[in-house]
Structures are given as structure tokens and as C-alpha cells.
Nanobody
Framework: QVQLVESGGGLVQPGGSLRLSCAASGSILSTYYVAWYRQSFGSERELVATITSGGSTNYADSVKGRFTISRDNAKNRVYLQMNSLRPEDTAVYFC?????????????WGQGTQVTVSS
């Protein structure tokens, strides 16, 4: 069982930066793939970035070149560095950790952190 807690959200002006953190307890996060999703009001949850247990990363086209996902295994955390933020990045950001064991996928979600980009 993994418990995930996101932090680092807030209000930022367009062009600004934020770093989101996903802290895990109950298990070793480095053995999971981790993904950041976001959901804005009235929209479906969308995938923003992923990082595998091996450190490979992938990004949605809308955030490529602006967002960076990384992991600090010593701290059992995954981060999402968000630069050059735009109003359309406003959303609740969620952290997800997943692991496949004996053919079954186990997925865990955090509660989300609000990011608001506005002048």
C-alpha cells in the first residue's frame, strides 16, 4: 500500500514557476512508475508527465520543454518542475504511482494540489 501526498501548488503569475512534490509513504516509490495528471474544472483528467522506475520520462505535448518530472529516491519523492506557466495550466494536479505485480497493476492516487496561473 502506498500513500501519496502532493504539495507545492499555489497561485502564480503567467510566466512563473512552481515545483510540485509527491511524497510517498508505506512503500518504496523508486519501484513504481509515477505520473502527474491534471484536471481543470469541467474537463477530464489528463496525463501530464510520467517517469518509470528506471528514470525514463515522457510528457504531454502541451508541457514539453516547460515541465520536468524527476525523482529523488533518497527522499521517496517525485517532483514536477513547472516553468513558463500559462493560464491554461490552471488545474488540480494529481500524483499517481503504479506497479505491476504478478500480472496485475496496482495504482495509487494522491489527493491533488491546486495550481492557479493568473495575473
Amino acid at each position: 500500500q502506498v500513500q501519496l501526498v502532493e504539495s507545492g501548488g499555489g497561485l502564480v503569475q503567467p510566466g512563473g514557476s512552481l515545483r510540485l512534490s509527491c511524497a510517498a509513504s508505506g512503500s518504496i516509490l523508486s519501484t513504481y512508475y509515477v505520473a502527474w495528471y491534471r484536471q481543470s474544472f469541467g474537463s477530464e483528467r489528463e496525463l501530464v508527465a510520467t517517469i518509470t522506475s528506471g528514470g525514463s520520462t515522457n510528457y504531454a505535448d502541451s508541457v514539453k520543454g516547460r515541465f520536468t518530472i524527476s525523482r529523488d529516491n533518497a527522499k521517496n519523492r517525485v517532483y514536477l518542475q513547472m516553468n513558463s506557466l500559462r493560464p491554461e495550466d490552471t488545474a488540480v494536479y494529481f500524483c499517481k504511482a503504479g506497479q505491476v505485480r504478478y500480472g496485475d497493476e496496482y495504482v495509487y492516487w494522491g489527493q491533488g494540489t491546486q495550481v492557479t496561473v493568473s495575473s
